[in-house]
């Protein structure tokens, strides 16, 4: 059993930057593939950012070249920096952790994503 704690969500100023961090409970070496999908109100929940142990990443398209992800092994924890926001990202940011990024055996309690227009 793995529990991911989520933080580094807020309020912030669309073109602005945040960093959320997921640590998990016990060592990730093992764990292939951790990231972040982000769920809107009425909307499925979708990929965000994921990375592999082997430091493979892939992106949804709409945050290519603003978001970056970033995994620390020796902390335990994987980072997104959000950067150029937009009011669009605004939901809650779930991060995870499983096999792949479809085969996921744990979530995180989310962290809320504000942007201000």
């Known amino acids: 059993q793995v529990q991911l704690v989520e933080s580094g969500g807020g309020l912030v100023q669309a073109g602005g930057s945040l960093r959320l961090s997921c640590a998990a409970s016990?060592?990730?070496?093992?764990?292939?593939?951790m990231g972040w999908y982000r769920q809107a109100p009425g909307k499925q929940r979708e990929l965000v950012a994921g990375?592999?142990?082997?430091?493979?990443?892939n992106y949804a398209d709409s945050v290519k070249g603003r978001f970056t992800i970033s995994r620390d092994n020796a902390k335990n924890t994987v980072y997104l920096q959000m950067n150029s926001l937009k009011p669009e990202d605004t939901t809650v940011y779930y991060c995870?952790?499983?096999?792949?990024?479809?085969?996921?055996?744990?979530w995180g309690q989310g962290t809320q994503v504000t942007v201000s227009s």
């Open positions: 990375i592999t142990s082997s430091g493979s990443t």
């Open positions: 016990r060592s990730i070496f093992s764990i292939n593939a």
């Open positions: 995870f952790a499983g096999a792949t990024v479809n085969i996921i055996w744990y």
